[in-house]
């Protein structure tokens, strides 16, 4: 897991606020991927993004959820008016290239509450 | 749909034995299969990994068996250690996709 960092590992937030998830990816890794995991559940994914691009969003609730990638800075997971179901672990992984998974390193995940 | 499953929610095994641990999925058109350790508060880390072309691949104490007939695929662990308490998720990459499905996981213990 090192070298993906991920912040804040740990978020409060109330019902309506909004949530901002920040993922910085390996040194060098162009490509990025969001999961979510809710409990008891396994990973699933959400988006990939690549350097100012959304590759594919196939997984991202199709409201209150974006993401980004910009040319400088961290890939952003952005969530807003957050309700309970919201609460999750949520991972942002990178690559060098596309495909493989076994080329994907996971960050430590970003636990959201919402209370 | 769940496609990806792992049946097992949990496995206790002790030190020094085999650990089994099986994972089951229903598209043909996945092209490679992996097998990720996760501890608690942490990210999943990459173990092992099968192309769909193979029946087996090891590494170490691990070996990942692939039966496509069964659409069924397993991991051994021999011997077990105590550091091998984790859970371990099945994950499945489709043809000309970019992600993974993951399955719900097995938490495994192994005792002294």
């Known amino acids: 897991n090192a070298g993906v960092m991920q912040n804040p590992r740990h978020l409060v937030r109330r019902r309506g606020q909004e949530a901002r998830l920040r993922c910085s990816p390996m040194k060098g890794h162009s490509h990025v991927y969001w999961y979510r995991q809710l409990p008891e559940e396994g990973l699933k994914f959400m988006v990939y993004?690549?350097?100012?691009?959304?590759?594919?969003e196939s997984g991202m609730p199709k409201e209150r959820f974006s993401a980004e990638f910009p040319k400088e800075g961290p890939s952003i997971l952005r969530i807003q008016q957050v309700v309970r179901g919201d609460s999750a672990a949520y991972f942002c992984a990178s690559s060098l290239d596309r495909g493989l998974g076994n080329t994907i390193y996971f960050g430590e995940g970003s636990w959201l509450t919402v209370v | 749909d769940q496609q990806v499953k792992q049946n097992s929610p949990s496995l206790s095994v002790q030190e020094g034995r085999i650990s089994i641990l099986n994972c089951d999925y229903t598209n043909s058109m996945f092209d490679y299969f992996l097998w990720y350790k996760k501890y608690p508060a942490e990210g999943p880390t990459f173990l092992i990994s099968i192309s769909s072309i193979k029946d087996k691949n090891e590494d170490g104490r691990f070996t990942v068996f692939l039966n496509k007939s069964a659409k069924h695929l397993s991991l051994h662990i021999v011997p077990s250690q105590p550091g091998d308490s984790a859970v371990y998720f099945c994950a499945a990459e489709p043809r000309n996709t970019d992600k993974l499905i993951f399955g719900t996981g097995t938490r495994l213990q192994v005792f002294p």
């Open positions: 993004l690549q350097k100012e691009n959304i590759i594919d």
